[in-house]
Antibody, heavy 121, light 108 residues
């Protein structure tokens, strides 16, 4: 069974940093691109970032480009999101999601349960 | 950047058919995927490649895509179908994933 478990969320002050992790199991991790998607309280889904299966290609939403860095460690079956210069508008539940291909241009299946990031003074 | 437009809400009586639209410029040339999200839960894929159903998703769920509109159709709606539904595409011009704003399906 494919499982994705996020961790690392918490409360941080504006301007602070946080590193999210996503532990994957049940599939050959480096065969698939991975995504981070966020959902602000009561709002819709917002795509954040994508990394290809080999980690060689990364893409970011304009709202986080230059502040967030996606990475992966295929030897540990883990996905990461380093978030710097956090803003109050980054407050959201952050999901990791498995792409159904290697490049990241497909659909997401499955999703993790999410980790909550709250940016507040 | 590419924009997907969904109606904020759709209401339907049990047993009837719900149609949720996702509008975008020439969306018919893209592959559209749909997700169902129930309160307090992570999204779940219900339709991929415009009209394909993952295993475990009832045949009552179907999809279509043409011109400037993609549609998720739920036949014989049940109370358990009440949820938020999101459409998604890959925008090759920006190398971005794009989500629609979501539609809340209410079963009357």
């Amino acid at each position: 069974e494919v499982q994705l478990v996020e961790s690392g969320g918490g409360v941080v002050q504006p301007g602070g940093s946080l590193r999210l992790s996503c532990a994957a199991s049940g599939f050959t991790f480096d065969d698939y691109a991975m995504h981070w998607v966020r959902q602000a309280p009561g709002k819709g889904l917002e795509w954040v970032s994508l990394i290809s299966g080999d980690g060689g290609s990364t893409y970011y939403a304009d709202s986080v480009k230059g502040r967030f860095t996606i990475s992966r460690d295929n030897s540990k079956n883990s996905l990461y999101l380093q978030m710097n210069s956090l803003r109050t508008e980054d407050t959201a539940l952050y999901y990791c999601a498995k792409d159904t291909g290697n490049s990241g241009r497909n659909w997401f299946d499955p999703w993790g349960q999410g980790t909550l990031v709250t940016v507040s003074s | 950047s590419y924009v997907l437009t969904q109606p904020p809400s759709v209401s339907v009586a049990p047993g009837q058919t719900a149609r949720i639209t996702c509008g975008g410029n020439n969306i018919g040339s893209k592959s559209v995927h749909w997700y169902q999200q129930k309160p307090g839960q992570a999204p779940v894929l219900v339709i991929y490649y415009d009209s394909d159903r993952p295993s475990g998703i009832p045949e009552r769920f179907s999809g279509s895509n043409s011109g400037n509109t993609a549609t998720l159709t739920i036949s014989r709606v049940e109370a358990g179908d009440e949820a938020d539904y999101f459409c998604q595409v890959w925008d090759s011009s920006s190398d971005h994933v794009v989500f629609g704003g979501g539609t809340k399906l209410t079963v009357l």
